[in-house]
């Protein structure tokens, strides 16, 4: 390990009181410790300030501070660079971040190479238009189309390689990746699915239908979403939380399997289900 780039969030990291422990740290260590300059104030965390893109490319690891906002942010910036990822969580769930803000201890486990890497998949979406790509993005959790105005529902036709699966008429759709599958998609009543496993799955909010359910597919499949609404219709999508993407009458919505992933690196002796009941648990509210 010889150099790492920081990527805290200063409304979590108030004053990066966690991140300047983690510059200590690995300074202490020997390692070589960077920090955006984009970030206000990040000249004060000891860190060498410089630009996130050139540091990346050459880093061992990025670690991210904050909620699980700033992971997915952090890794949407670097995933196209296969640079792997630690999230430590300064957010209320954090459900993503490998370590607590108390738990900076087991960073000397990445000293010493006694850490796993684990590949998420990740998917790709964009709109079509008359014909044209007219917005593209690569999210890990999920894309979410949902209605932006008060009372109108919204009507959708969703279709898997061309062949079509559903017609859904409520608030909208979440398509997640397994990563996803604990985030929205979970709260909407959609299945919780093993990150290692290779699925996107298909989560209505809110229909008005009895027999509306989500759906589980491979991750080969090619998911179009066709709005049916007028051309009045409120409609965005949003991937992995971003402000979103509004959608006219005529679009089409793709979806599929991204030739990225996501790296996060695991440097504790817990697993997937430990996670799950630690911090999705009712127990963790009481």
């Known amino acids: 390990m010889k150099k790492v780039l ?19 740290f690995f300074q202490d260590n020997g390692v070589k410790t960077y920090i955006s300059d984009k970030i206000d104030g990040a000249n004060t965390t000891g860190a060498e300030t410089a630009d996130f893109e050139s540091v990346a490319k050459e880093a061992d690891m990025i670690i991210s501070f904050g909620g699980d906002g700033t992971l997915l942010h952090t890794a949407n910036q670097v995933s196209h660079l296969g640079v792997p990822v630690l999230g430590i969580n300064i957010g209320r769930i954090g459900y993503m971040a490998e370590l607590e803000s108390n738990e900076l201890e087991y960073l000397k486990n990445v000293l010493v190479s006694n850490y796993s890497v684990e590949e998420r998949m990740m998917i790709d979406v964009s709109v079509q238009r008359s014909g044209k790509t007219v917005y593209k993005k690569t999210g890990l959790n999920d894309a979410v189309i949902l209605k932006t105005g008060i009372i109108m529902t919204i009507d959708m036709d969703i279709y898997a390689d061309n062949m079509f699966i559903s017609h859904y008429s409520g608030d909208g759709v979440i398509v997640a990746t397994p990563t996803g599958s604990t985030a929205y998609s979970m709260s909407a009543g959609g299945p919780i699915i093993d990150p290692k496993s290779k699925n996107i799955t298909i989560t209505p909010v809110c229909t008005h239908a009895l027999t509306a359910k989500p759906i589980v597919l491979s991750f080969k499949r090619i998911i179009n979403v066709v709005p049916q609404n007028p051309q009045n219709a409120a409609i965005a999508v949003s991937v992995d939380g971003d402000p979103g993407f509004e959608l006219m009458h005529g679009d089409t919505l793709t979806i599929k399997t991204s030739d990225k992933v996501t790296k996060l690196i695991h440097v504790k002796n817990t697993n997937f289900y430990d996670v799950l009941y630690e911090k999705l648990s009712d127990r963790r509210f009481d």
């Open 6 to 24: 920081l990527n805290p969030n200063p409304l979590r990291d108030i004053g990066f009181e966690c991140t300047k422990k983690v510059v200590k």
